[in-house]
């Protein structure tokens, strides 16, 4: 459940974002903290890349506290990129203009690694 803002229209298996985004309702549901361990996946289709589109981002409510962080996937032209504020991010890998691409990110503790296509693209 969330609501929407701009231009975003909803299909049956997938919504189409031109200038627009949907907030999730209940963020607090989504453990995300720097001492967590998650797993986040997203099937992206980008034709038109448009560098620093955020794909995914969840960001505390209120002021960040210390074991919080800002989490976001965006795109860097065609490289995805999982940016954790202050802890540093990953890229690598590419996402078709024209196909489905699934970028997968996996985090335990301090190591993060992004995957895209199940080829882990980085890891630190």
Known sequence: DGTIFGDVTIGADRATFTDGRIELDRSE???????????????????????????FAKA???????????????????????????????????????AFTTVTVVHVGQTATLFVEGVAAYSR
Request: glycine letters at 10%; zero cysteines; a negative charge.
């Open 29 to 55: 549901d989504f453990r995300m903290n720097s001492s967590d361990a998650f797993t986040y996946s997203v099937r992206i289709q980008s034709p038109g890349l448009v560098d620093g589109a955020a794909v």
């Open 60 to 98: 505390p409510a209120g002021a960040v506290e210390n074991d919080e962080r800002v989490i976001a996937l965006y795109l860097d032209e065609a490289t995805p990129v999982h940016d954790v504020y202050f802890f540093g991010e990953l890229r690598g890998g590419t996402v078709s203009d024209t």
